[in-house]
């Protein structure tokens, strides 16, 4: 009787790899285009401001801005500016830094819901960033204190700002 085939694929111990040896070649330099829309985006984060566009047609305001509604498939109609402060809407608590190595602290990461003066926005459908939430530890995670939480951005000072959505350090918790 033969043996069944394993459902999840073949370990890859029981897999030969061929190995490539590549000579170091030099540095390769890359250029990314931010396009019309980030690129106004990135430039208002240098000035301090969260800016985004809007689709007077269906109500939809789009941050990181967007040149056409998704929803409409129509060019966007005005620019608006977020006041910087907004509600936590989904938090975590990440133990992975960003080169993947285990983090001595945890990083607290949410999707903030800004606020758009002018506009009201449900729960389904809102502006909003993903970013990091300081003043806050794990155990506001684990016992669910964000969820609802007001913040608001902190930014770089104007001389370190680079255009980039690093500019913004991270989201304060405002403590009533």
């Given at each position: ?18 190995v ?19 690129g ?71 999707v ?10 449900d ?25 609802g ?8 000072p ?19």
């Amino acid at each position: 009787m033969t043996k069944p085939k394993n459902p999840r694929g073949t370990p890859f111990e029981e897999v030969a790899f061929p190995v490539f040896e590549m000579p170091h070649v030099g540095k390769a330099r890359y250029n990314y285009t931010t396009g019309w829309a980030l690129g106004r985006f990135l430039a208002g984060l240098k000035e301090g401001k969260i800016l985004g566009t809007v689709c007077k047609k269906c109500g939809r305001v789009f941050i990181p801005p967007r040149m056409y509604c998704s929803y409409c498939f129509r060019e966007v109609d005005d620019w608006v500016e977020a006041s910087g402060e907004g509600t936590v809407h989904t938090v975590v608590a990440s133990y992975i830094e960003a080169t993947r190595a285990r983090a001595e602290e945890p990083k607290i990461v949410g999707v903030i819901k800004l606020d758009v003066p002018g506009y009201n926005f449900d729960d389904h459908f809102f502006p909003g960033v993903l970013h990091y939430i300081c003043g806050a530890s794990d155990e506001d995670v684990k016992n669910m204190k964000l969820f609802g939480a007001r913040v608001r951005a902190r930014f770089k000072p104007p001389g370190q700002r680079t255009g980039s959505i690093t500019d913004i350090e991270c989201f304060e918790v405002v403590r009533p």
